[in-house]
């Protein structure tokens, strides 16, 4: 028998038009007569086999590396009180974590306000005219920043994503010390072309980075469903939106929360700032679930 005996198909269906009924069935290829079938294909692994009851043809379907089908559902949780769905809330976001219970959430972004970055910009005007805004935002230390990140871990579900916006410091000295006691792994990043020249004592930043991290076990087949999402992604926030010193990309953050949540999901952002996360999880009929310091 040679390999072009066995159809190649595409939907379950079975490949012999004069078949009265199509049922197929699927045969792992270790088993049986499947196995002597094809143990002289060099490239068995590559295809899932299937076998018609009515007309006993094989066929088999190619296995592709991408899923359009989410295989990951998230858990019905139950909310604390204190926790309000779908709304702006004023709440420390490490106590907000905290409230939640473990594995629930599929999907955090999380968007520091690093205080080593403004270490680095600090040239003895810091706050007086440039970068202003920024200073007056509550600062958070590496230390702060790691026991976010163990929160976050905590409250994800297996194979749940923690989206962490970084600047280009961060990128270039590493975050391995903020995951220091975390097992989450880094997975993706994409870099966001801002489309407007922002602050730089130097070069002028037109760029700020995503990193995309997961939990164990990490896999994205039957997780992350949409494959044209760019590693460099250009959307310019006009004048209207510019509500927040930390404003980021809307239709960016709603198009990773289609990839890697189902509808009604809840996603969750514990350092909101001007809230884009909420207008993105709602573009994609998503739950949010945020809160900020200040707001």
Same mark, same amino acid.
């Given at each position: 028998?040679?390999?072009?005996?066995?159809?190649?198909?595409? !939907?379950?269906? *079975?490949?012999?038009?004069? *078949?009265?009924?199509?049922?197929?069935?699927?045969?792992?290829? !270790?088993?049986?007569?499947? %196995?002597?079938?094809?143990? !002289?294909?060099?490239?068995?692994?590559? &295809?899932?086999?299937?076998?018609?009851?009515? *007309?006993?043809?094989? *066929? @088999?379907?190619?296995?592709?590396?991408?899923?359009?089908?989410?295989?990951?559902?998230?858990?019905?949780?139950?909310?604390?009180?204190?926790?309000?769905?779908?709304?702006?809330?004023?709440?420390?976001?490490?106590?907000?974590?905290?409230?939640?219970?473990?594995?629930?959430?599929?999907? =955090?972004?999380?968007?520091?306000?690093?205080?080593?970055?403004?270490?680095?910009? /600090? &040239?003895?005007? !810091?706050?007086?005219?440039?970068?202003?805004? @920024?200073?007056?935002?509550?600062?958070?230390?590496?230390?702060?920043?790691?026991?976010?990140?163990?929160?976050?871990?905590?409250?994800?579900?297996?194979?749940?994503?923690?989206?962490?916006? =970084?600047?280009?410091?961060? =990128?270039?000295?590493?975050?391995?010390?903020?995951?220091?006691?975390?097992?989450?792994?880094?997975?993706?990043?994409?870099?966001?072309?801002?489309?407007?020249?922002?602050?730089? &004592?130097?070069?002028?930043?037109?760029?700020?980075?995503?990193?995309?991290?997961?939990?164990?076990?990490?896999?994205?087949?039957?997780?992350?469903?949409?494959?044209?999402?760019?590693?460099?992604?250009?959307?310019?926030?006009?004048?209207?939106?510019? /509500?927040?010193?930390?404003?980021?990309?809307?239709?960016?953050? #709603?198009?990773?929360?289609?990839?890697?949540?189902?509808?009604?999901?809840?996603? =969750?952002?514990?350092?909101?700032?001007? &809230? %884009?996360?909420?207008?993105? #999880?709602?573009?994609?009929?998503?739950?949010?679930?945020?809160?900020?310091?200040?707001?």
């Amino acid at each position: 028998m040679e390999d072009k005996d066995y159809p190649i198909i595409t !939907e379950k269906k *079975c490949p012999n038009l004069n *078949c009265p009924k199509s049922d197929l069935i699927s045969i792992k290829a !270790e088993d049986g007569k499947i %196995s002597r079938i094809t143990g !002289e294909f060099k490239e068995k692994q590559k &295809y899932t086999w299937f076998k018609c009851k009515t *007309c006993h043809k094989f *066929c @088999r379907k190619k296995i592709s590396v991408f899923s359009s089908d989410r295989q990951l559902q998230s858990p019905n949780i139950k909310l604390n009180p204190k926790l309000k769905l779908n709304t702006k809330q004023k709440m420390d976001g490490l106590k907000m974590l905290k409230l939640l219970p473990d594995k629930g959430i599929p999907l =955090v972004f999380f968007d520091p306000q690093y205080r080593s970055v403004m270490d680095k910009q /600090n &040239y003895g005007n !810091e706050g007086k005219k440039r970068g202003k805004k @920024r200073c007056e935002l509550p600062q958070m230390t590496n230390a702060i920043i790691r026991k976010f990140i163990l929160e976050i871990e905590r409250v994800l579900i297996p194979s749940g994503h923690l989206m962490l916006w =970084v600047d280009k410091f961060i =990128v270039v000295s590493g975050v391995h010390s903020m995951l220091e006691g975390s097992s989450l792994q880094l997975v993706d990043m994409i870099t966001w072309n801002k489309q407007r020249m922002g602050m730089g &004592y130097r070069t002028r930043r037109y760029s700020e980075y995503l990193l995309v991290l997961q939990k164990q076990p990490v896999r994205a087949k039957g997780i992350w469903i949409i494959h044209d999402i760019p590693d460099v992604w250009d959307e310019k926030i006009e004048n209207g939106d510019k /509500n927040h010193t930390h404003s980021k990309p809307v239709e960016l953050q #709603a198009r990773l929360i289609k990839a890697i949540t189902n509808k009604n999901d809840i996603v =969750v952002d514990p350092t909101s700032g001007g &809230y %884009s996360v909420m207008k993105s #999880a709602y573009k994609v009929e998503r739950n949010f679930l945020g809160c900020d310091i200040l707001k």
